[in-house]
């Protein structure tokens, strides 16, 4: 017979002693001492554990020595106002069911601490741990947060797919799609892959955004959202870059750049506060975390504000704009510039910034959220709108501190000709994209958009320092288990 389970999180925020009720998850830790077992539970509800106390005799050792960390067990009995120090409330077990053991000599995971590199080994256990469930708590609740925000100012949620023949942006960064027997694949007489004989009868991938597809639909809803995983098959080995992560990417009708600029600082604000408001216990979890670690940093590389500093930093300042014109000036001047200690030095209008830049912008320069905007239109992509200098598009990347580019958008060029120049300037077939210009055909609008890395948001939120820590299961050079 099975009885009514109660949540860790309800049995602790609710008043609830006196009554007798039933709780289920798996032990964190247990003391034991001659006549009583102190028994940590942890169901993932919660960051905190509910202790169950449960009494030598009553129990015998057949049924204490079971519970050991990682078991699984029910408990049935008593909420009383707890004696220790540490928690209101205890359990006191009148009856205990252990579901299933956990070989204390081979359980992976040692009630102590582990290395997030070697939890990253165990990938399909570190839920368990206090890091990783505060860690997907938070992602939960970020990710609840992005179609609330959305709803409530009446952006339709839409679906792009996954599978896509546009490699437009990719530029041989995307993964190919294909059910061709590799060992035996067919080629025409000129001894190219044969696509026409593949399942789409052309050469397809998985996507590396959703957002031309987006633009068709923000071309009839006016206001729409993606939020979808992406896949980069790029190389770069890096804390920041997932070859599998989830973007979201909102278009908007009739919104120009300043437009986008406003959505995108009220979007990332009201995230932080949301995770403000709704994951307390966990942020303050992570928080101490960080403290403990920073203790084994030199001085010099401890950060200067704790994690909730950090995030209501964000809350309380308006990002800073500046044009990438300005932010070169800024950066040429710089002392790591002069002293040649950046890896990329910057010499002149026109490069490319890298992260180095970007972070020096952010935590050195002006010590807040960046907004860089109107970049050199060679360094950007085809469908940016081009502005009247001729040299510069309408692009803006948002720049967060420990991150660097967080957001990259730009209002989209909506005008044909210009349009179809700059493909032909930048090689894109016209033909294979007929289906996009043709929003520019009929019933054309100015409009823009932006991708949000939610994984780098997540990072953000929880100050954890590699991005293969706040996805369940990350996929990177190398990696593609569990
Ligand atoms: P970066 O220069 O950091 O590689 P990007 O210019 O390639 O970024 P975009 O193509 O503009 O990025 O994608 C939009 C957003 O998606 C980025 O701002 C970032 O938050 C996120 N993003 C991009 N690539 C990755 C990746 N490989 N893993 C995780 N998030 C990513
Ligand atoms: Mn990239």
Redesign the pocket.
């Known amino acids: 017979m099975k009885e009514k389970r109660t949540k860790i999180q309800v049995v602790l925020t609710d008043e609830l002693v006196g009554q007798e009720i039933t709780v289920m998850g798996w032990v964190r830790t247990k003391r034991a001492s001659k006549n009583v077992a102190f028994i940590a539970l942890n169901d993932g509800s919660t960051i905190n554990n509910l202790q169950v106390v449960a009494d030598a005799e009553k129990f015998g050792e057949d049924i204490l020595r079971r519970i050991t960390t990682g078991a699984s067990i029910s408990a049935t009995g008593k909420i009383v106002e707890s004696q220790g120090a540490g928690q209101a409330c205890e359990l006191v077990a009148e009856s205990i069911e252990v579901f299933g053991e956990a070989d204390p000599d081979k359980y992976p995971l040692q009630p102590k601490k582990h290395s997030l590199e070697f939890l990253r080994e165990i990938a399909h256990l570190r839920p368990r741990t206090n890091t990783f469930s505060a860690v997907m708590r938070v992602r939960h609740a970020l990710a609840f947060a992005v179609h609330k925000f959305f709803n409530d100012k009446g952006f339709f949620y839409i679906n792009t797919p996954i599978i896509t023949s546009s490699d437009a942006e990719g530029a041989g960064e995307a993964f190919k799609v294909t059910n061709f027997d590799l060992n035996n694949i067919p080629k025409t007489e000129e001894g190219q892959v044969d696509y026409a004989q593949d399942f789409f009868e052309k050469e397809s991938n998985l996507t590396v ?1 959703g957002q031309l597809e987006g633009e068709l639909a923000a071309m009839a809803l006016s206001e729409i959202y993606t939020f979808g995983p992406t896949f ?1 098959a ?1 190389n770069s080995n890096t804390t ?3 070859a599998e ?1 989830w ?1 979201i990417e909102p278009e908007m009708a009739f919104y120009d750049l300043q437009d986008n600029m406003d959505l995108a600082q009220e979007m990332l604000k009201y995230l932080v506060k949301y995770a403000l408001d709704n994951c307390a216990d966990d942020l303050a979890f992570l928080e101490k975390r960080i403290i403990e670690e920073e203790k084994n940093k030199p001085q010099a590389e401890r950060s200067e504000m704790t994690l909730t500093e950090r995030l209501k930093f964000v809350l309380d300042n308006d990002f800073e704009r500046v044009s990438y014109t300005e932010a070169i000036e800024i950066l040429k001047n710089s002392k790591p510039n002069k002293k040649k200690k950046f890896s990329y030095l910057i010499e002149e209008w026109g490069a490319d910034l890298q992260s180095e830049h970007e972070r020096y912008l952010v935590e050195k320069h002006f010590n807040k959220p960046v907004i860089l905007y109107n970049y050199p239109k060679d360094i950007k992509a085809f469908y940016m709108r081009q502005n009247e200098d001729g040299k510069t598009v309408g692009a803006m990347d948002i720049l967060f501190p420990g991150i ?5 958008g730009s209002q989209r060029e909506e005008r044909l000709d210009l349009l179809t120049t700059r493909m032909q300037e930048m090689d894109i077939p016209a033909d294979e994209m007929s289906w996009y210009l043709d929003t520019r055909r009929y019933g054309a609008v100015p409009h823009s958009g932006f ?3 939610f ?2 948001m997540i990072l953000f939120v929880t100050g954890m320092g590699n ?1 293969r820590d706040v996805i369940p299961f990350p996929r990177t050079p190398g990696n593609c288990e569990f």
Do not use: K
């Open positions: 955004s980069r790029e920041r870059h997932l992560f973007m660097g580019e967080i957001v990259g991708g949000l890395g994984e780098r991005i």
